[in-house]
């Protein structure tokens, strides 16, 4: 049975940082491209990050660039998302999301999701 798995989220003052981990039992995860969606209550999940399969591309929202940084070690299936500057609006519930082959921007392309992990940011 495939499970993602997140952790590392909780409560942190705006400007502080927090690095949430995602733990893949996809037996063959190298084969599947990873990102990180989150949804804020009353709205819709957005994308937040997402990284290839070698790990060679990642892409980012226009909202967190140049403050998240995704990455992923195959050796150990799991994906991780360094957040440094966190602000308010970066409050959401964290999904880890997998998908075969590559990485795309829509939340309905993705084949596997975690549970999710808060993310709660305090002004």
């Known amino acids: 049975q495939v499970q993602l798995v997140e952790s590392g989220g909780g409560l942190v003052q705006a400007g502080g940082s927090l690095r949430l981990s995602c733990e893949a039992s996809?037996?063959?995860?190298?084969?599947?491209?990873m990102a990180w969606f989150r949804q804020a209550p009353g709205k819709k999940r957005e994308f937040v990050a997402g990284?290839?399969?070698?790990?060679?591309?990642?892409y980012y929202a226009d909202s967190v660039k140049g403050r998240f940084t995704i990455s992923r070690d195959n050796g150990k299936n799991t994906a991780h998302l360094q957040m440094h500057s966190l602000k308010p609006e970066d409050t959401a519930l964290y999904y880890c999301?997998?998908?075969?082959?590559?990485?795309?921007?829509?939340?309905?392309?993705?084949?596997?999701w975690g549970q999710g992990t808060q993310v709660t940011v305090s002004s």
């Open positions: 990284v290839t399969w070698s790990g060679g591309s990642t």
């Open positions: 996809l037996p063959d995860f190298s084969d599947y491209g």
């Open positions: 999301a997998a998908q075969k082959g590559m990485v795309t921007r829509g939340p309905e392309d993705y084949d596997y």
